[in-house]
């Protein structure tokens, strides 16, 4: 027994080296390319750029609130910002054109804007407010504190939010003694701890709830702008992008939410002091769908409100011109008198620093002096970040020297002016270009270490050694993967290169020391396999090309079909081959086998084909109409419910009782053992919880309500899952032995398929019970031993769809059918073809590369098919808040493992199920012993899957090599996305399309690689299991 569990923990042993090898190539590329700004810890004072005007300060040296400033004299003494989370800028938009009949929820539902600038034109100003992608919010209020740009790796960054130590306005507020008040946005507290004197805030994560944090907000603001004890106060509103992401933004709820909104700016704008400034501004915009992430004009484009009474704004151009959100820094630093954040890299609205108590020649010299003042700031900076080392493109760089220089030179304020304008613009553009730049040679030292352990894994799968693998190989594999960490980690510590490259030389020298054991025989390959490796192959080179990635699930959806057809084609010629020798052709298509692979095609064919109703449509599918399947059932129309309820639930029951029924049928749900009762009735109870949660869910919504412990179903779930799991694991049989006939009266039949009994295990167990007098015990019956292998991983699976199906949603519960029946059609037709043409137990067990292809293919089909698209703003951050609303003390850990499982279910499904892939064969041949091939049949093939317990060896060198075979396809996608990321990083779709994708199918690897080894060490454990109570039932004996 202590041999058995050390050659399985020799196998789980490879498959972890070879995956952590991957893993770092894979690391070891990203911090290449996706490099992060560096950040100077410097702070602005006001001795920078002081004013040559007296600075008036108070007898305490701070300014006093009346009239002094750091750098130049403010315009304003108190700020209010009202921050309504995604107001987009055709929400605040007013069109008079609309009648009321016709307006979309979200159109004309905030008048107040377009009011109080026809009544006030040189009071207020309303403009598109043009956020930087990535367009999450813990990013944008980064770009709206700092002033700087983020950089693409920061929208990864969205569930953490750490403390802001760049110089920002929040700080330089409090520094110069000014008194900021937040309410709202809970995350404000997580970016700036300590720095408020007063704070509202209320738990920002749970996009369910649209009314709690605007509640909050609106029973404190009257109050706070009644006290005189502030300067600034910050508004944080949630309610319109929470409505956004439940519903879509042309939905009622937003009609309701965006005029609770309206009558909010209102009421401040009746509370307001003249010599105070609103601002009233959304981060980002949403889709059509309510998300929001990238960089689409509906996305980047929020609105922005600028209103007092004591602004004198020039008169409103006829083209409205958009603000970039990093224009506010400087200027709500300058209009409150406190220096501009270092790094701040905004243009000052000069025309906000305007009140209407200044001659045109005073405000005039405001604007300039203004917009002198940022100038020298940005100047200040980009030579700072450049002495650290950093370099600019010498035409830009030279460019903004030219500007300088030519402002200098004009005579007129004008002039000088504008030369600032087009300085501040180009400054910015010149660091957008740098911080997209790459480190190539970690880039290259990364492909070079991934292409490096596809070769290892490659020579593993065709060679020898997995024959009989030997110890020392696997120590020696062990101690490379413990150097190449270490030399990964001595690369990102002393940003030495050279370490990766090292770490790629001993792979290649580890290679060349075992290469008598990694001799790779004479290659077999048969149409079987050659075929799905050319399409899996163009697949792979397909991630070159911007125009493929965009249509990707439909180039999926072929390669899958035309593999699952290649299948059924074989398998025909192969019939009518055998029957044209034997001349019976008029038995070829009538017979079980013909009808159970026509069933079995016909099934997948009909299964991918329906996927199209779940797919999500990317933003570049001008073609494509969204579905109603990624809508929740509260975001449907109440004549809806009823039929998305029991259209939701029906397949849910159904991805429940199919494998139920096939683990009744092999008789592995009998008897009491701990894994059998749980089996029995874990799965079933939570898909009835889900249901229940469902309703609970459509009752709330429909009748605002909220009910007390409505996440207890998904807790009992999470919880259910886990014991299941866990136990499963530790007590991993589901066998039933029959009593002997003395008391086997009183016991019901137990299975309706006299194909799962089991009247022998070993041949040593047989002579004994042969020996013994006739009198003596007979030989121990046994239900489900045939497949006591692959159905404890079948129970697992079950609860695990379950689970799947809850943080899906409702909408998506027919997409995790379609994806079990497709998946097990798979299994069906690999099956067929292994009993159809193999000759023995060797080459039955050993799937091939044709298997792998077609799993590897459903593996992505199932990623496009559970509504899903490698693009940021197609993430289901719904999925975030099943079962943990109001789960403080889990912090960000557990909503962003429940987004990940919603992303990547159908890698973690599959690769959990990979085992099954080498069992299926001898299951089927048990089950319906009428589909076994003739070059099969006999005594041992009736044993099904125990055959493999017999034979261990052959076991753990099929499960190997079907794991490596997996993963290495897995693997040379992301290679090739890599690749493709590497040579294309100046293609105009990098950051839209080939940056995403890489980063999707990155961490799709990392699940994949995560879910085989838990599908392999559990099989394994299985097998021991089973293994050791063989050898104690032939003691017994």
């Not at 009648?99 to 979200?106: A, E, I, Q, R």
């Not at 960490?485 to 060349?512: D, H, K, P, T």
């Not at 050319?534 to 397909?542: E, I, N, T």
Request: neutral net charge; hydrophobic residues 50%.
């Amino acid at each position: 027994m202590w041999m058995t569990r050390h050659r399985n923990c020799e196998v789980l042993v490879v498959i972890f080296c070879v995956s952590e090898l991957l893993t770092v190539g894979l690391l070891l590329f990203s911090h290449g390319f996706l490099l992060t700004r560096q950040v100077i810890p410097s702070n602005s004072s006001c001795d920078d750029f002081r004013d040559p005007k007296p600075d008036h300060r108070g007898e305490t040296g701070h300014p006093s609130h009346t009239g002094g400033g750091c750098w130049m004299m403010p315009p304003f003494r108190k700020t209010i910002i009202l921050l309504i989370d995604a107001l987009r800028y055709d929400f605040a938009l007013y069109n008079a054109s609309l009648k009321d009949d016709d307006t979309l929820p979200y159109q004309n539902k905030m008048p107040v804007f377009g009011e109080i600038v026809k009544q006030h034109p040189h009071q207020a100003l309303l403009s598109p407010f043009m956020a930087d992608a990535p367009t999450t919010t813990m990013q944008r209020l980064k770009g709206l504190t700092t002033g700087s740009l983020p950089t693409f790796i920061d929208a990864s960054l969205n569930f953490a939010s750490e403390e802001i130590e760049e110089d920002n306005i929040i700080d330089q507020l409090v520094r110069h003694g000014r008194r900021v008040t937040i309410l709202g946005d809970d995350t404000w507290g997580g970016l700036f701890p300590g720095r408020f004197s007063r704070s509202h805030l209320y738990s920002s994560f749970n996009v369910m709830d649209l009314h709690t944090v605007d509640r909050g907000v609106l029973s404190h603001l009257g109050e706070e702008m009644g006290r005189g004890d502030w300067e600034v106060i910050v508004a944080h509103f949630l309610g319109v992008d929470h409505c956004g992401h439940r519903y879509g933004p042309n939905h009622p709820q937003m009609a309701t939410k965006l005029a609770q909104m309206n009558e909010a700016v209102l009421q401040v704008i009746a509370g307001m002091d003249n010599d105070t400034l609103l601002l009233v501004l959304g981060d980002h915009g949403m889709t059509q769908t309510g998300d929001h992430g990238g960089d689409s004009r509906e996305e980047v484009e929020a609105a922005l409100f600028v209103y007092s009474p004591a602004l004198h704004l020039p008169s409103p151009p006829v083209h409205t011109l958009p603000v970039a959100q990093v224009d506010l820094v400087p200027t709500l630093a300058l209009s409150l008198g406190v220096p501009v954040p270092f790094s701040s890299l905004g243009k000052v609205m000069e025309d906000v620093l305007v009140t209407a108590g200044m001659s045109a020649e005073e405000a005039e010299k405001q604007r300039h002096l203004g917009l002198h003042l940022n100038v020298q700031q940005v100047k200040r900076y980009l030579t700072a970040y450049r002495e650290l080392g950093n370099s600019y493109p010498q035409d830009l760089w030279h460019k903004l020297e030219l500007l300088e220089g030519k402002a200098l030179e004009k005579s007129s304020v004008g002039g000088q002016r504008t030369a600032f304008s087009e300085y501040l613009t180009l400054a910015k553009l010149m660091c957008e270009e740098i911080w997209a730049r790459f480190d190539v040679q970690e880039m290259l030292s990364g492909l070079c270490l991934m292409l490096s352990v596809l070769l290892m894994a490659g020579l593993l799968i065709h060679s020898s050694a997995l024959t009989d693998i030997k110890t020392h190989i696997i120590k020696r594999l062990l101690i490379l993967t413990v150097v190449v960490n270490l030399l990964f980690a001595l690369s990102l510590s002393f940003g030495f290169v050279i370490f990766g490259y090292a770490a790629n030389v001993l792979i290649l020298l580890w290679m060349y020391a075992h290469r008598q054991h990694l001799t790779v025989s004479q290659l077999d390959f048969k149409a079987i396999d050659c075929i799905p490796l050319l399409l899996v192959s163009f697949l792979l080179l397909g991630s070159f090309s911007n125009s493929f990635v965009v249509v990707e699930n439909y180039v999926v959806a072929f390669i899958l079909l035309s593999c699952i057809t290649l299948y059924l084609l074989l398998l025909m010629l192969e019939i009518v081959s055998k029957k044209l020798s034997s001349g019976k052709m008029l038995k070829v298509f009538g017979n079980a086998f013909s009808v159970t692979c026509g069933t079995g095609w016909a099934a997948a064919v009909v299964c991918v084909r329906c996927s199209g109703w779940f797919w999500r449509c990317r933003e570049e599918q001008h073609w494509c109409l969204p579905g109603q399947a990624q809508v929740p059932l509260s975001g449907l129309p109440q004549h809806l419910h009823n039929w998305r309820y029991f259209t939701s639930v029906l397949p849910l029951a159904l991805a429940v009782w199919l494998p139920r029924r096939w683990l009744l049928l092999c008789g592995n749900l009998n008897g009491s053992r701990v894994g059998v009762v749980l089996a029995r009735t874990v799965p079933v109870a939570c898909s009835v919880l889900v249901a229940v949660w469902w309703a609970i869910q459509a009752v709330m919504a429909a009748h605002n309500l909220d009910l007390w412990g409505h996440v207890i179903p998904p807790r009992v779930i999470y919880a259910a899952t886990a014991v299941h799991v866990a136990v499963l694991a530790c007590v991993p049989l589901l066998i039933y032995e029959l009593p002997p006939a003395a008391s086997r009266k009183s016991q019901p039949l137990v299975s309706d398929n006299p194909s799962t009994l089991i009247p022998h295990l070993y041949k040593s167990l047989m002579e004994k019970y042969r020996t013994q007098n006739s009198k003596g015990p007979t030989i121990p019956i046994v239900y489900g031993l045939a497949t006591g292998l692959s159905a404890s991983m079948v129970a697992v699976l079950m609860v695990v769809v379950v689970v799947v199906v809850l943080v899906a949603g409702d909408g998506l519960s027919g997409a995790v059918l379609l994806l079990v029946l497709v998946a097990a059609a798979s299994l069906l037709l690999q099956a067929l073809w292994k009993l159809k043409t193999c000759h023995n137990l060797k080459e039955l067990a050993r799937p091939g590369w044709s298997a792998a292809c077609l799993w590897f293919t459903l593996s992505i089909h199932g990623f496009y098919l559970t509504g899903h698209q490698p693009t940021f703003p197609a993430l289901h951050w719904s999925a975030a808040f099943v079962g943990v609303e109001g789960a403080q003390s889990v912090g960000n850990w557990a909503p962003a493992l429940l987004v990940g499982l919603n992303t990547y279910s159908s890698y973690l499904l599959l690769g959990l199920a990979l085992p099954l892939v080498v069992v299926a064969p001898l299951a089927l041949s048990v089950v319906f012993p009428s589909l076994r091939g003739s070059r099969l049949e006999g005594d041992e093939i009736s044993r099904g899957e125990f055959l493999l317990v017999e034979e261990p060896d052959m076991l753990r060198e099929s499960l190997m090599s079907t794991a490596l075979s997996y993963i290495f396809l897995q693997a040379a996608k992301v290679f090739c996305t890599s690749l493709a990321a590497f040579v294309l990083r100046r293609h105009l779709m990098l950051w839209k399309i080939f940056a995403p994708h890489f980063i999707f199918e990155a961490v799709g690897l990392i699940v994949t690689l995560l879910s085989v080894l838990a599908g392999l060490g559990f099989t394994l454990r299985v097998q021991a299991a089973l293994a050791s109570w063989g050898e104690r039932l032939v003691k017994a004996a």
